[in-house]
C-alpha cells in the first residue's frame, strides 16, 4: 500500500507565497514522474507542474515564472513553491506520483490541499 500526505495549502492574500509539500510512504521500489495538479470549483483537474525522476519539469502556461516545483528522491517528497500568488490560482491542489512497487507500478493521488487566494 501506498500513501501520499500533502501539506502547506491555506489561505493567502493576493501577491503572496505558499510551498506545499506531498511525501510518498509504503512499499515503494521507485518513484518516477510526480507533479501537482488543481481543481477549481466548477472547473476539470489541470496540471499545474511535472517533474521527472531526473529532475526535469514543465509548467502549465499560467503558472511559469511563479511557481517552482522540486522533489527530493531521499524522503520520497515534492514540492511546490507558488510565488506572486492570484486570485485564479485558488483551487484544490492534488499530488500525483507515479510510482513502482510491490502492487507494480501504478498512479496515486493525494487527498487534495486547499489554497485560497484573497484579492
Known amino acids: 500500500q501506498v500513501h501520499l500526505v500533502e501539506s502547506g495549502g491555506g489561505l493567502v492574500q493576493a501577491g503572496g507565497s505558499l510551498r506545499l509539500s506531498c511525501a510518498a510512504s509504503g512499499s515503494i521500489f521507485s518513484i518516477n514522474a510526480m507533479g501537482w495538479y488543481r481543481q477549481a470549483p466548477g472547473k476539470q483537474r489541470e496540471v499545474v507542474a511535472t517533474i521527472s525522476s531526473g529532475g526535469s519539469s514543465n509548467y502549465a502556461d499560467s503558472v511559469k515564472g511563479r511557481f517552482t516545483i522540486s522533489r527530493d528522491n531521499s524522503k520520497n517528497a515534492v514540492y511546490l513553491q507558488m510565488n506572486s500568488l492570484k486570485p485564479e490560482d485558488t483551487a484544490l491542489y492534488y499530488c500525483?506520483?507515479?510510482?513502482?512497487?510491490?502492487?507494480?507500478?501504478?498512479?496515486?493521488w493525494g487527498q487534495g490541499t486547499q489554497v485560497t487566494v484573497a484579492s
Open positions: 500525483h506520483t507515479n510510482i513502482s512497487g510491490i502492487y507494480g507500478t501504478n498512479n496515486y
